[in-house]
């Protein structure tokens, strides 16, 4: 299985960065790395995704480690809207497993 | 552009008895998926198409029947309810064509919770 392992919660001071780490030891080579964040009573929504280089969209970076065992989310300022539960995701051919997720709490 | 739109939002049912959640979306999407949330847990997917006229099972297919006759609609049914598909249930949709980039744009949820 293509699982991956995030912290249950964490904290973070708002318009501080955040850096969300998320371990995939089992990953193959043709896996993807996908992040997806669920507000509050709403479906979850995608954030970025990448394989082996460091990617930055609107929304967040994502860091991932050069043997892609582990990657990190980065929210570059966080805001009282970005509390919501990110997940991890290793994106594999007929394969979607999210994972329990890290709650990310903002702090004013 | 709606979306992924779902009904009903929330629906109550006693063991034994059938209904059908129906997700639809306008964005010409050929892959559609339903998954299930439990409380403090991540989500799973029940079954998904990769085009109308197909299904295929996913994690947990027991107790769950799907039909995508429409390609803009995907149809989840549970012909004998339990009170262990109490859940919250999300229906997601994407285009098929980018493989592993493949998107999931996701409806805003079914409440189910089964007596």
């Known amino acids: 299985d293509a699982k991956t392992t995030q912290p249950n919660s964490m904290e973070s001071n708002e318009e501080e960065p955040v850096h969300l780490p998320c371990n995939h030891s089992?990953?193959?080579?043709?896996?993807?790395i996908h992040w997806y964040r669920q507000l509050p009573s709403q479906g979850p929504e995608y954030v970025i995704h990448g394989l082996t280089s460091n990617v930055n969209n609107r929304m967040a970076s994502l860091a991932i480690a050069e043997d892609r065992k582990s990657s990190t989310l980065i929210l570059h300022r966080a805001t009282l809207r970005d509390a919501a539960v990110y997940y991890c995701?290793?994106?594999?051919?007929?394969?979607?497993?999210f994972g329990t997720g890290t709650s990310l709490t903002v702090i004013p | 552009n709606a979306g992924v739109t779902q009904t009903p939002k929330f629906r109550v049912l006693k063991t034994g008895q059938s209904m059908t959640l129906l997700c639809a979306q306008d964005m010409n999407h050929e892959y559609m998926y339903w998954y299930r949330q439990d409380p403090g847990m991540g989500l799973r997917l029940i079954h998904y198409s990769v085009g109308e006229g197909t299904t295929a099972k996913g994690e947990v297919p027991d107790g769950y029947n799907v039909s995508r006759l429409k390609k803009q609609n995907f149809l989840l049914g549970l012909e004998s309810a339990a009170p262990s598909q109490t859940s919250v249930y999300f229906c997601?949709?994407?285009?098929?064509?980018?493989?592993?980039?493949?998107?999931?744009?996701f409806g805003p949820g079914t409440r189910l919770t089964v007596l």
């Open positions: 997601a949709s994407s285009t098929g064509l980018a493989g592993v980039f493949d998107t999931q744009y």
């Open positions: 089992t990953i193959s080579g043709t896996d993807y």
């Open positions: 995701i290793l994106r594999r051919v007929g394969q979607f497993y």
